[in-house]
């Protein structure tokens, strides 16, 4: 099964591809379709098709940690609480909650009226029992360390649960937004392999209809659901895993949606006849990793010269096509932690010389590369195959660093060896990489220092007790003024310690098809409202048989 | 004949064992473990700690002889575990992909001899002339352009532009609502494009091997007796020479089963096909060691199967071929 050979040709016809679709087009805004549907009343009916690269593994979310099965299970579970159209955590199979001595205790107020899709009730019993699933040894959950704080988990009655925390614990809120599933059906069970991972009965606006391996999932319209029955009839996700391919897909409105790539969006205006484009920052950054174990990259004189003579302007327009901003730490702009003022690394090769200089490094033998004590300042940087952005990232910077004398190899690998033999060991000098980011800003897991070893997140290394105390404070403090304080500070010792060289925060791109009215970017997204896009019934594709 | 059976069979079964070894050892050895599909990290998920619960539930921390020896003893009942992935039984998965792959193979296969032996005829029949280069020119090329470009190209073409065919998948979404006809028909229509690009892809290698084949006994005594005593050209070429020269096919077609279950990975990506090749390539990705050993044992089966098979066809078509304790 060689796919290198092809792999190379796809990435080369991609690059072509790029620059045959940006050669000719200015980048004209398509008009806005001129539907006078706008004002008309909400109807239901029709079908929303998504596409996903990859198909869903296990319809349950507390075992799912794909994106396929994401997707899906966004619309067939619910939280006990989520995030609302500002990003503001709203009730949702909460009622209400009560936050008790200092964050210690959060009691829930659960809704009366929900019921899971085969009918019966859902309870406190039903959250208990959710809680006991995720610190349960033998169930295959990622979730857990979310609740390792938990003490216990008490239905106080049919609608009310209490939740103690061994200690005070601030993302605690957020973590209950994971799905509730049902203790009728997985009691006595084994969760692991239960059928109704396959099958999935949840509170959410879509029940399960079909899962078709490797082609589709469908759902339909849950017309008892608690907020009122969604107006589109069905949600079908089909698996289409060529990106390329589900271009031309949604050219030819057999999707309506996808996340486009940056080369995509900016395609001719043909393609998008039928389908609405939108951009907004999405909840990730990419960065430049160094091994903070290797003595090269034990001064920050050298990690920060090495950022000054990166131009990530080039990076942005080049691989990004402008679709994204340059990063100045770990939270992205649309956080509310996010610290404007903390100031951009300037792009400046000479100071960039001169830091290396002072830190030792010099040409002594006229090759070209930096050395000191004889040994040439090279290194290999790693990035996992399949994602050409970091890919390109890599090629940028490796030339970006040879014009101030440091040589960098790039190493490409595939993932599944990239993440086991490089990473989780510590088994490389530099890496990119990306990290997607929850709404909370807790990165304790990222950067504190007790989160070094193997397979843990903070693989570079990262010792620093001043930020740690701070991870520790912000996992304390509930207060969102005194916790933005916490995590501006970390914003600004991270930019100025330089673990990371922040690279960029990337934009998610999706596409829309027209059809679909009450679509409406916020930030959260888009699709923070699904349950009230409805297509005006001229305008429906899809009419059910019966 | 007996003997002979049973000597190949004892060895095939040798052999089989031996190749699920080397898959479970080449498996073991390989850099990596067990991954998710997703290339992101994300920064509230712990897959270390998922990854380490499942190798302690799967005896993904025994050493490989036991792990093996377990493997085997599953295997005895014809049981190929359950998917690191989703937790199905493999042999579910497979079987759900397994008549997908057959038929998209069956279909190119036939329609590959259908086209490739008489091309082959007519590039030997009329050797170096205009019609022996346009055919070589035609399968060099089918063999040569990259299959998920010409798949790309001939679904802008058709599916896009013209719009006469669906892009991609196998059913069509409604497909469930259809009658049996129309359910038949849209699943003919998915299929016109990956069977005419798989088929165009296959063709050069048997319409060269039929031309080079005819060539060869075109020269024989007998093709000469033949044409000496005056039959016609094409009872020279089809009673004569192709019966002969077509014998060698017969080894292709038993080599090409295993080919009938294998699935191509970036010709099932193109196409969004249900298929063993995404099959078996996602589970190595994702170091699946179930669904590879599954894949690898079921492939390794029919190859070696379709050995035997030709085996036993030749010395059945093929008289020059003795047994019976004769040399070979």
């Known amino acids: 099964m060689d796919i290198s050979f092809p792999n190379r040709i796809s990435w080369l016809s991609g690059v072509a591809v790029i620059g045959l679709l940006t050669a000719g087009c200015g980048q004209d805004p398509i008009p806005e379709p001129a539907l006078s549907a706008a004002s008309e009343s909400p109807v239901t009916g029709d079908t929303y098709v998504e596409a996903s690269l990859g198909d869903p593994s296990r319809l349950n979310p507390l075992l799912a940690s794909d994106s396929a099965s994401g997707s899906v299970n966004s619309y067939v579970f619910n939280g006990l609480v989520k995030y609302d159209r500002d990003l503001k955590l709203v009730g949702d199979l909460a009622e209400s909650w009560d936050v008790r001595r200092n964050g210690l205790e959060i009691v829930f107020h659960l809704r009366s009226n929900v019921k899971w899709h085969d009918g019966a009730p859902f309870t406190a019993d039903d959250v208990v029992f959710t809680y006991e699933r995720l610190v349960d040894p033998k169930v295959m959950t990622p979730y857990g360390s979310d609740f390792a704080l938990v003490k216990s988990v008490t239905a106080l009655d049919d609608h009310t649960v209490r939740v103690e925390y061994k200690e005070p614990f601030a993302p605690a809120l957020e973590s209950w937004g994971i799905g509730m599933v049902p203790r009728h059906v997985f009691v006595g069970k084994d969760f692991n392999t239960h059928p109704a991972n396959r099958a999935p009965i949840g509170t959410g606006p879509y029940r399960f209809v079909q899962l078709k391996t490797d082609e589709k999932t469908v759902l339909a319209a849950n017309p008892d659901y608690f907020e009122g029955r969604p107006y589109i009839d069905r949600v079908i996700v089909r698996v289409i895993p060529d990106s390329s391919v589900q271009f031309l897909e949604m050219r030819n409105q057999s999707i309506d949606t996808m996340g486009l790539r940056p080369d995509q969006y900016r395609a001719y205006d043909a393609f998008f006849m039928n389908h609405r484009k939108f951009r907004y920052p999405s909840f990730s950054y990419t960065f430049f990793g160094f091994n903070l174990t290797r003595p090269m990259f034990h001064d920050v004189r050298v990690r920060r010269a090495l950022a000054m003579a990166l131009d990530k302007r080039e990076i942005i327009d080049g691989v990004l096509m402008g679709y994204g901003r340059s990063a100045t730490g770990p939270f992205p702009p649309s956080s509310w932690a996010f610290d404007p003022t903390v100031p951009e690394v300037p792009f400046d090769p000479g100071r960039a010389k001169a830091l290396l200089a002072e830190a030792g490094w010099g040409d002594t033998d006229g090759d070209g590369v930096l050395d000191k004590n004889g040994s040439p300042f090279a290194f290999t940087v790693i990035t996992n195959q399949g994602n050409k952005m970091r890919e390109q990232t890599a090629l940028i910077l490796q030339a970006h660093l040879a014009r101030v004398g440091v040589r960098v190899d790039i190493r490409v690998l595939e993932w599944s060896s990239f993440i086991h033999d490089f990473v989780d060991k510590g088994n490389f000098d530099a890496l990119i990489l990306g990290w997607n980011l929850g709404r909370d800003p807790d990165q304790y897991l990222i950067w504190h220092s007790s989160q070094r070893g193997e397979g843990r997140y903070n693989f570079v290394g990262y010792d620093n007790p001043e930020t740690d105390r701070l991870w520790e404070q912000g996992r304390r403090t509930f207060d969102l003024d005194q916790r933005r304080a916490v995590y501006q500070k970390i914003h600004r010792l991270l930019a100025e310690d330089m673990p990371y060289i922040f690279l960029y925060y990337p934009e998610s791109l999706p596409v829309v098809h027209r059809r679909f009215q009450n679509v409406e970017t916020a930030p959260a997204g888009i699709g923070w409202n699904f349950r009230e896009w409805f297509v005006p019934w001229s305008l429906q594709r899809y009419r059910l048989a019966s | ?328």
Do not use: C
Request: charged fraction near 15%; proline fraction near 4%; charge should be positive.
């Open chain 2, 1 to 328: 004949m007996g003997a002979f059976l049973f000597r190949r069979f004892a060895l095939t079964l040798v052999t089989l064992l031996g190749i699920t070894l080397m898959t479970f050892l080449v498996m073991r050895i390989a850099p990596g473990g067990l991954t998710a599909g997703t290339t992101d990290l994300s920064a509230r998920v712990s897959a270390h700690e998922q990854r380490k619960k499942f190798a302690a539930l799967y005896d993904l921390d025994k050493p490989w002889y036991v792990q093996y020896g377990r493997w085997l003893k599953r295997l005895s009942r014809l049981d190929f575990g359950r998917s690191f992935k989703d937790d199905r039984p493999v042999l579910e998965k497979i079987s759900e992909r397994l008549p997908n792959t057959l038929l998209l193979n069956v279909l190119s296969l036939g329609l590959v001899f259908f086209v490739a032996v008489p091309l082959g005829i007519l590039a030997a029949v009329k050797q170096n002339t205009v019609w022996d280069r346009a055919v070589s020119a035609l399968v060099f090329i089918g063999f040569s352009a990259p299959t998920f470009w010409l798949a790309l190209m001939l679904m802008m073409l058709f599916g896009v532009t013209l719009g006469w065919l669906p892009l991609s998948g196998l059913h069509a979404l409604n497909a469930d609502e259809l009658s049996a006809t129309s359910s038949v028909l849209d699943m003919a229509r998915h299929l016109v494009l990956p069977v005419l690009i798989s088929a165009f892809a296959g063709l050069a290698g048997l319409s060269r091997f039929v031309r080079n084949g005819l060539l060869e006994v075109v020269r024989q005594d007998y093709v000469r007796t033949a044409r000496a005593k005056g039959l016609p050209e094409s009872r020279v070429i089809f009673r004569h020479a192709l019966r002969n020269a077509l014998i060698p096919v017969v080894t292709l077609l038993g080599l090409s089963l295993p080919d009938l279950i294998g699935g191509g990975f970036i010709f099932e990506t193109i196409f969004a096909f249900p298929g063993m090749g995404r099959l078996g390539f996602d589970a190595v990705m994702a170091r699946d060691f179930p669904v590879v050993m599954g894949v690898g044992t079921i492939a390794a089966f029919l190859t070696l199967a379709g050995n035997l098979l030709a085996d036993v066809t030749y010395a059945l078509v093929d008289p020059r071929i003795r047994l019976a304790g004769k040399h070979r």
